[in-house]
């Protein structure tokens, strides 16, 4: 069964470093998301991404954080200079079509990374 | 802001018996529903959804029930295996949106 597949699992980075984070959709999506987690919260939208451009951001996605589909495969999410409060689970999603279509939408995430920034 | 609420942080039931999940949303805009499965080191798994048109979705050992009027759904398990500890999100979307917008979780725990 296809599956949305992220690297590293694990990341431990000192504040103010940049970071990248890798994902792979599933092949035959056309929809791209990032969520993060923070210990002990709820999981958070932070960014959709359509047809090599943003078409959603949240309050949380400041100029810090960029995103790119560089080759046909990889989805990636970048973070300039890290902060402390950005240490969380960072979970990549995909699905086929836009709700904006009228169609019902069912988005899949992958493993996540876990961002320890010190 | 908590648009979408899951007021029990957790359930523990016995191997056989009916896990009963609820979820409560404020925002009108949402028009379709989804809970998700999360185990510990991983991602969310999508479960089971349902559109406002309807009331009811059945999938297997899974089944949502959408409230409208009272803003509330709940996701019924049954019967529950161990196996379906795990952490159960209820999410929601808006009409036309893309963007999840998630409870803070029940964590379920099936005792043989």
């Known amino acids: 069964e296809p599956e949305v597949t992220q690297t590293p699992s694990h990341q431990v980075t000192q504040m103010g470093q940049e970071v990248i984070l890798r994902c792979v959709p599933i092949?035959?999506?056309?929809?791209f998301y990032w969520y993060r987690q923070i210990l002990g919260q709820k999981v958070e939208f932070l960014v959709s991404?359509?047809?090599?451009?943003?078409?959603?951001k949240s309050e949380i996605f400041d100029d810090q954080f960029s995103v790119e589909r560089p080759d046909g495969s990889n989805f990636t999410l970048k973070i300039r200079s890290t902060k402390l409060e950005d240490s969380a689970m960072y979970f990549c999603?995909?699905?086929?079509?836009?709700?904006?279509?009228?169609?019902?939408?069912?988005?899949?995430f992958g493993p996540g990374t876990r961002l320890l920034v010190l | 802001d908590q648009q979408v609420k899951q007021n029990s942080p957790s359930l523990s039931v016995q191997e056989g018996r009916i896990s009963i999940l609820n979820c409560d949303y404020t925002?009108?805009?949402?028009?379709?529903f989804l809970w998700y499965k999360k185990y510990p080191a991983e991602g969310p798994t999508f479960l089971i959804s349902?559109?406002?048109?309807?009331d009811k979705n059945e999938d297997g050992r899974f089944t949502v029930f959408l409230n409208k009027s009272a803003k509330h759904l709940s996701l019924h398990i049954v019967p529950s295996q161990p196996g379906d500890s795990a952490v159960y999100f209820c999410?929601?979307?808006?009409?036309?949106?893309?963007?999840?917008?998630f409870g803070g979780g029940t964590r379920v725990l099936v005792k043989p």
């Open positions: 092949s035959n999506h056309l929809y």
């Open positions: 999410a929601a979307l808006e009409v036309a949106g893309n963007k999840l917008t």
């Open positions: 925002n009108s805009m949402f028009d379709y």
């Open positions: 349902i559109s406002s048109i309807k």
């Open positions: 999603a995909s699905s086929t079509i836009n709700r904006g279509q009228g169609f019902q939408e069912t988005q899949y």
């Open positions: 991404f359509y047809n090599n451009e943003i078409s959603e």
